[in-house]
Protein backbone atom coordinates (compact mmCIF):
# COMPACT_ATOMS: atom_id res chain seq x y z
CA UNK A 1 0.00 0.00 0.00
CA UNK A 2 3.02 2.03 0.82
CA UNK A 3 3.50 5.37 -1.88
CA UNK A 4 -0.39 4.83 -2.76
CA UNK A 5 -2.26 7.86 -0.34
CA UNK A 6 -5.89 7.19 0.03
CA UNK A 7 -5.88 11.09 1.55
CA UNK A 8 -6.54 12.66 -2.36
CA UNK A 9 -8.99 10.37 -3.38
CA UNK A 10 -10.99 11.16 0.23
CA UNK A 11 -10.35 14.98 -0.02
CA UNK A 12 -11.80 14.75 -3.96
CA UNK A 13 -14.85 12.27 -2.96
CA UNK A 14 -15.67 15.00 0.04
CA UNK A 15 -15.82 17.66 -2.88
CA UNK A 16 -17.73 16.29 -4.94
CA UNK A 17 -20.03 15.44 -1.75
CA UNK A 18 -20.09 18.66 -0.62
CA UNK A 19 -22.62 19.20 -3.85
CA UNK A 20 -24.26 16.14 -2.54
CA UNK A 21 -24.86 16.73 1.18
CA UNK A 22 -28.27 15.72 1.51
CA UNK A 23 -27.77 12.57 -0.42
CA UNK A 24 -24.27 11.99 1.88
CA UNK A 25 -26.98 12.21 5.13
CA UNK A 26 -29.40 10.08 3.65
CA UNK A 27 -26.95 7.20 3.11
CA UNK A 28 -25.26 7.91 6.46
CA UNK A 29 -29.16 7.61 7.77
CA UNK A 30 -29.52 4.26 6.15
CA UNK A 31 -26.07 3.30 7.65
CA UNK A 32 -26.61 4.18 11.01
CA UNK A 33 -30.69 2.19 10.75
CA UNK A 34 -29.31 -0.98 10.33
CA UNK A 35 -26.20 -0.74 12.50
CA UNK A 36 -28.36 0.19 14.82
CA UNK A 37 -31.12 -2.71 14.07
CA UNK A 38 -28.39 -4.91 14.21
CA UNK A 39 -26.64 -4.32 17.36
CA UNK A 40 -28.99 -2.05 19.50
CA UNK A 41 -28.82 1.73 19.41
CA UNK A 42 -26.53 2.34 22.19
CA UNK A 43 -23.04 3.68 20.51
CA UNK A 44 -21.21 2.59 24.00
CA UNK A 45 -22.20 -1.29 23.45
CA UNK A 46 -22.51 -1.31 19.87
CA UNK A 47 -19.00 -0.32 18.04
CA UNK A 48 -20.46 -0.70 14.48
CA UNK A 49 -22.87 2.17 15.18
CA UNK A 50 -20.33 4.21 16.95
CA UNK A 51 -18.46 3.88 14.24
CA UNK A 52 -21.17 4.98 11.23
CA UNK A 53 -21.92 8.18 14.54
CA UNK A 54 -18.66 9.20 14.44
CA UNK A 55 -18.09 9.49 10.57
CA UNK A 56 -21.72 10.84 10.46
CA UNK A 57 -20.48 13.30 12.60
CA UNK A 58 -17.31 14.03 10.60
CA UNK A 59 -19.79 14.73 7.89
CA UNK A 60 -21.38 17.36 10.11
CA UNK A 61 -24.55 15.82 9.76
CA UNK A 62 -27.00 17.42 12.30
CA UNK A 63 -27.40 15.11 15.75
CA UNK A 64 -31.07 15.45 15.00
CA UNK A 65 -30.88 13.45 12.17
CA UNK A 66 -28.42 11.12 13.44
CA UNK A 67 -31.11 10.23 16.67
CA UNK A 68 -34.04 9.75 14.42
CA UNK A 69 -32.40 6.92 12.01
CA UNK A 70 -31.34 5.36 15.41
CA UNK A 71 -34.92 6.09 16.84
CA UNK A 72 -36.32 4.89 13.56
CA UNK A 73 -34.45 1.47 13.82
CA UNK A 74 -35.71 0.38 17.41
CA UNK A 75 -39.35 2.01 16.72
CA UNK A 76 -42.61 -0.89 16.39
CA UNK A 77 -43.60 0.87 13.77
CA UNK A 78 -40.58 0.11 11.38
CA UNK A 79 -41.16 -2.36 8.15
CA UNK A 80 -38.21 -1.35 6.25
CA UNK A 81 -35.71 -3.85 5.69
CA UNK A 82 -32.05 -3.44 3.96
CA UNK A 83 -30.26 -5.94 2.67
CA UNK A 84 -25.78 -5.59 2.41
CA UNK A 85 -24.79 -7.00 -1.08
CA UNK A 86 -21.30 -6.57 -2.38
CA UNK A 87 -20.78 -6.26 -6.11
CA UNK A 88 -17.69 -7.34 -7.62
CA UNK A 89 -16.09 -6.10 -11.11
CA UNK A 90 -13.54 -5.11 -13.48
CA UNK A 91 -13.51 -0.72 -14.57
CA UNK A 92 -11.16 -0.55 -17.93
CA UNK A 93 -8.15 -1.99 -18.12
CA UNK A 94 -8.80 -4.62 -15.73
CA UNK A 95 -8.90 -2.16 -12.50
CA UNK A 96 -10.74 -3.92 -9.90
CA UNK A 97 -14.02 -2.38 -8.24
CA UNK A 98 -16.05 -3.35 -4.87
CA UNK A 99 -19.25 -1.80 -4.50
CA UNK A 100 -21.06 -2.02 -1.01
CA UNK A 101 -24.35 -1.82 -1.29
CA UNK A 102 -27.33 -1.37 0.98
CA UNK A 103 -30.80 -1.86 -0.69
CA UNK A 104 -34.33 -2.67 0.15
CA UNK A 105 -34.23 -3.86 -3.66
CA UNK A 106 -32.36 -6.40 -4.93
CA UNK A 107 -33.26 -6.28 -8.78
CA UNK A 108 -33.06 -2.22 -8.74
CA UNK A 109 -29.34 -2.12 -7.05
CA UNK A 110 -28.06 -4.93 -9.53
CA UNK A 111 -29.18 -3.17 -12.58
CA UNK A 112 -28.44 0.22 -11.38
CA UNK A 113 -24.49 -1.50 -10.64
CA UNK A 114 -24.65 -3.46 -13.91
CA UNK A 115 -25.41 -0.27 -15.96
CA UNK A 116 -22.26 1.99 -14.34
CA UNK A 117 -20.24 -0.91 -15.11
CA UNK A 118 -21.19 -1.82 -18.62
CA UNK A 119 -21.50 2.14 -19.77
CA UNK A 120 -18.03 2.87 -19.16
CA UNK A 121 -15.95 0.28 -20.15
CA UNK A 122 -16.43 -2.06 -17.15
CA UNK A 123 -17.83 -5.34 -16.92
CA UNK A 124 -19.43 -7.26 -13.03
CA UNK A 125 -17.92 -10.56 -12.59
CA UNK A 126 -18.18 -13.42 -9.78
CA UNK A 127 -18.49 -12.73 -6.30
CA UNK A 128 -14.93 -13.11 -5.20
CA UNK A 129 -13.37 -12.18 -8.59
CA UNK A 130 -11.44 -9.28 -7.43
CA UNK A 131 -11.61 -9.31 -3.35
CA UNK A 132 -9.04 -11.27 -2.95
CA UNK A 133 -6.72 -8.11 -4.19
CA UNK A 134 -7.68 -5.80 -1.20
CA UNK A 135 -7.32 -5.90 2.77
CA UNK A 136 -9.42 -5.05 5.04
CA UNK A 137 -8.06 -2.59 7.18
CA UNK A 138 -8.51 0.20 9.58
CA UNK A 139 -7.61 3.92 8.15
CA UNK A 140 -7.00 6.80 9.90
CA UNK A 141 -6.28 10.41 8.63
CA UNK A 142 -5.08 12.92 10.92
CA UNK A 143 -4.83 16.54 8.78
CA UNK A 144 -1.42 18.09 9.25
CA UNK A 145 -3.07 21.32 9.39
CA UNK A 146 -4.55 20.67 12.50
CA UNK A 147 -1.17 19.38 14.26
CA UNK A 148 2.50 20.76 14.91
CA UNK A 149 3.75 17.64 15.76
CA UNK A 150 6.61 16.09 13.34
CA UNK A 151 6.56 12.95 11.33
CA UNK A 152 9.35 11.32 14.01
CA UNK A 153 7.08 12.23 17.14
CA UNK A 154 3.60 11.15 15.26
CA UNK A 155 5.25 7.70 13.67
CA UNK A 156 6.42 6.95 17.49
CA UNK A 157 2.76 8.19 18.91
CA UNK A 158 1.20 5.76 16.13
CA UNK A 159 3.51 2.64 17.33
CA UNK A 160 2.85 3.14 21.19
CA UNK A 161 -0.99 3.23 20.03
CA UNK A 162 -0.91 -0.14 18.36
CA UNK A 163 -1.14 1.00 14.63
CA UNK A 164 0.06 -0.99 11.89
CA UNK A 165 1.84 1.15 9.24
CA UNK A 166 2.00 5.18 8.68
CA UNK A 167 1.96 7.02 5.29
CA UNK A 168 3.19 10.92 5.28
CA UNK A 169 2.17 13.32 2.64
CA UNK A 170 2.82 17.17 2.97
CA UNK A 171 -0.89 16.99 3.57
CA UNK A 172 -1.80 14.08 6.15
CA UNK A 173 -0.62 11.51 8.38
CA UNK A 174 -2.32 8.11 6.89
CA UNK A 175 -2.57 5.76 9.73
CA UNK A 176 -3.65 2.04 8.64
CA UNK A 177 -4.27 -0.71 11.93
CA UNK A 178 -5.50 -4.32 11.95
CA UNK A 179 -9.23 -3.97 12.01
CA UNK A 180 -10.09 -5.59 14.80
CA UNK A 181 -7.94 -3.54 16.46
CA UNK A 182 -9.09 -0.24 14.84
CA UNK A 183 -11.32 1.31 18.21
CA UNK A 184 -8.26 0.28 20.61
CA UNK A 185 -5.89 2.63 18.29
CA UNK A 186 -8.23 4.87 17.27
CA UNK A 187 -8.65 5.77 20.96
CA UNK A 188 -5.10 5.23 22.15
CA UNK A 189 -4.45 8.20 19.65
CA UNK A 190 -7.08 10.63 21.04
CA UNK A 191 -6.36 10.08 24.32
CA UNK A 192 -2.85 11.39 22.96
CA UNK A 193 -4.67 14.57 21.54
CA UNK A 194 -5.05 13.67 17.83
CA UNK A 195 -8.23 14.17 16.08
CA UNK A 196 -9.29 12.61 12.49
CA UNK A 197 -10.12 13.81 9.50
CA UNK A 198 -11.44 10.63 8.53
CA UNK A 199 -11.67 7.40 10.91
CA UNK A 200 -12.99 4.18 8.94
CA UNK A 201 -12.86 0.02 8.30
CA UNK A 202 -11.88 0.27 4.47
CA UNK A 203 -10.68 -2.25 1.80
CA UNK A 204 -7.46 -1.48 0.78
CA UNK A 205 -6.09 -2.81 -2.67
CA UNK A 206 -2.64 -4.71 -2.49
CA UNK A 207 -1.88 -3.27 -5.81
CA UNK A 208 -2.84 -0.37 -8.18
CA UNK A 209 -3.50 -0.17 -11.62
CA UNK A 210 -2.51 3.00 -13.45
CA UNK A 211 -4.95 4.19 -16.00
CA UNK A 212 -4.50 7.92 -17.86
CA UNK A 213 -6.16 9.68 -20.50
CA UNK A 214 -9.86 8.14 -22.08
CA UNK A 215 -9.46 5.20 -20.03
CA UNK A 216 -9.06 7.37 -16.63
CA UNK A 217 -12.06 9.23 -17.69
CA UNK A 218 -14.02 6.14 -18.04
CA UNK A 219 -12.98 5.17 -14.93
CA UNK A 220 -14.31 8.60 -13.16
CA UNK A 221 -17.67 8.47 -15.19
CA UNK A 222 -18.30 4.88 -14.05
CA UNK A 223 -17.12 5.98 -10.19
CA UNK A 224 -19.17 8.90 -10.21
CA UNK A 225 -22.49 6.63 -11.31
CA UNK A 226 -22.25 4.89 -8.48
CA UNK A 227 -21.48 6.70 -5.77
CA UNK A 228 -24.47 8.67 -6.84
CA UNK A 229 -26.49 5.54 -6.73
CA UNK A 230 -28.85 5.94 -3.55
CA UNK A 231 -28.03 2.10 -2.76
CA UNK A 232 -24.34 2.49 -3.06
CA UNK A 233 -22.87 2.95 0.55
CA UNK A 234 -19.06 2.70 -0.64
CA UNK A 235 -16.58 2.47 -3.97
CA UNK A 236 -13.72 0.46 -3.41
CA UNK A 237 -11.14 0.34 -6.15
CA UNK A 238 -7.39 0.38 -7.14
CA UNK A 239 -7.51 2.77 -10.26
CA UNK A 240 -4.56 5.49 -9.83
CA UNK A 241 -3.81 8.55 -12.00
Known sequence: MAGHSKWKNIQNRKN??????GKVFQKLAKE???AAKMGGPDPSTNPSLRLVVEKAKAENMPNDNIGRAIDKATGNKDTEHYEEIVYEGYGPNGTAVMVMCLTDNKNR???NVRVA???NGGNLGETGCVAYMFDRKGYLAIDRQ????DEDDMLLSVIEAGGEEMETSDEAFEIYTDPES????KENLENQGFTFATAEITMVPQTYTHLEGEQAEKMQKMLEMLEDDDDVQEVYHNFSE
Open 16 to 21: AQDAKR
Open 32 to 34: IYV
Open 109 to 111: TAT
Open 117 to 119: FNK
Open 146 to 149: DVTV
Open 182 to 185: FIEV
